[in-house]
């Protein structure tokens, strides 16, 4: 049997050098993916939260109809609001649920307005700050959920009760 000399053999594993390159193109590729990456991120934390919205949205409106009850939407602030149903028993509005954005950068606007569906699942609020327009003969009024700097998501609201995200 023949054994190579160790003047010949190359000792298995990676030189400093080489380390070095490939630390310095990982960080440029870093740097290069994080900005992208970052609002990309930020965009789809809103449209999360404006599903989020027009599930709520679709619960109360559902609810409403179910129990035959006003049910509301309260946007406590810029990054918070609140979902109250009409107890059928005591005739009392009770928290259902809060949700609050702020951990994630986001907001809502406007804030401080309350929208009402009625017993029939028609939205009922006379507020006019909620960004009401037409659309043809179709009203309907608008809850934006932004990431700033980066997307506003519209959340429509049509008078009979259908909500959809733009």
Not at 58 to 86: A, F, H, M, N, P
Not at 107 to 120: A, D, K, M, Q
């Amino acid at each position: 049997m023949i054994r190579a000399s160790s003047k010949t053999r190359r000792s298995a594993g990676f030189t400093l050098l080489e380390l070095a390159v490939s630390m310095t193109i990982l960080a440029i590729l870093a740097a290069i993916v994080a900005p992208p990456w970052a609002r990309y991120r930020a965009r789809m934390r809103a449209y999360s939260a404006a599903h989020e919205l027009r599930a709520e949205l679709t619960y109360i409106q559902g609810r409403s109809i179910d129990l035959e009850e006003e049910c509301r939407l309260l946007l406590d602030s810029e990054v918070q609001y609140s979902v109250y149903v009409r107890d059928p028993h005591s005739g009392e509005d009770e928290l259902y649920k809060r949700i609050n954005v702020a951990r994630e950068g986001l907001t809502f606007s406007p804030s401080g307005e309350v929208l009402v569906f009625g017993r029939g699942g028609w939205v009922e609020t006379t507020k006019t700050s909620l960004d009401d327009a037409s659309l043809g003969n179709i009203t309907f009024y608008t809850i934006t959920v932004s990431a700033p700097g980066v997307v506003d998501v519209p959340v429509r609201i049509h008078l009979n009760g259908k909500v959809e995200v733009r």
